[in-house]
């Protein structure tokens, strides 16, 4: 298996709900990733996880909260959200490089979550 | 932090020619160069990528060159055909990419 899988692909929610993404691969890889990408913008990190444990955030509010059961699964839970987090949600990983969560590889992504808060 | 600049933001090209997009970079520490293609509705798929102690790294019509001092690198494509229209992100960084905002890229029959 050599993909990235996310469900749902497409995720319609109001302010007050609570719902998660889901990222799944099997390729082995210790480094997983969340990006938000709005239409005609580069995608923008949102986490890094290596080796299961957070190793980056940048800085995004509380109520996405990350979440990597085991080295296949990553989940993004969603909770209060705002209209202006309408984004497509991507996840991607990587085998890491050099060292425990040193350096990082090729990136391999998702399809994408399609997030619309009404 | 790392800061990436790219350029042109949209680019036309007649089939057949060449197209080049560049990036510049801000961060020394960067070591990792990716360039990725995002078709309209897809994931963003590496097209090919270069590592901070090679200066330019080739895979058919495709290639990358990198210059280290002046902290820039480009993308050329030859022999350009209508597949190759997407949008390209160049990104740069080490532990983490900071990605470019994109060229879109129009290939006219």
């Known amino acids: 298996d050599t993909e990235v899988t996310q469900t749902p692909k497409h995720l319609v929610m109001g302010m007050t709900n609570k719902k998660s993404l889901k990222c799944e691969q099997h390729?082995?890889?210790?480094?997983m990733y969340w990006y938000k990408q709005k239409a005609k913008k580069p995608p923008e990190l949102m986490f890094v996880?290596?080796?299961?444990?957070?190793?980056i955030n940048e800085s995004v509010p509380s109520r996405f909260s990350p979440e990597c059961p085991n080295s296949s699964l990553l989940n993004l839970h969603l909770h209060a959200l705002q209209p202006e987090d309408s984004a497509l949600y991507l996840c991607?990983?990587?085998?890491?490089?050099?060292?425990?969560?040193?350096?990082?590889?090729?990136?391999?992504f998702g399809p994408g979550t399609r997030l619309t808060v009404l | 932090g790392e800061n990436v600049e790219q350029h042109p933001s949209t680019l036309s090209v007649q089939e057949g020619d060449s197209a080049v997009i560049k990036c510049t970079y801000s961060?020394?520490?960067?070591?990792?160069f990716p360039w990725y293609k995002q078709e309209l509705g897809k994931r963003p798929q590496l097209i090919i990528d270069?590592?901070?102690?090679?200066g330019e790294k080739k895979d058919q019509r495709i290639a990358v060159t990198l210059n280290k001092t002046a902290k820039h690198f480009s993308l050329h494509i030859t022999e350009t055909q209508p597949e190759d229209s997407a949008v390209y992100f160049c990104?740069?960084?080490?532990?983490?990419?900071?990605f470019g905002k994109g060229t879109r890229l129009h290939i006219l029959p």
């Open positions: 991607a990983s990587s085998p890491p490089t050099g060292g425990r969560g040193v350096k990082y590889d090729e990136q391999f």
């Open positions: 390729m082995g890889h210790r480094a």
């Open positions: 996880y290596s080796y299961e444990k957070l190793s």
């Open positions: 961060d020394s520490a960067s070591n990792y």
């Open positions: 270069i590592r901070s102690n090679v």
């Open positions: 990104a740069a960084g080490d532990d983490k990419i900071i």
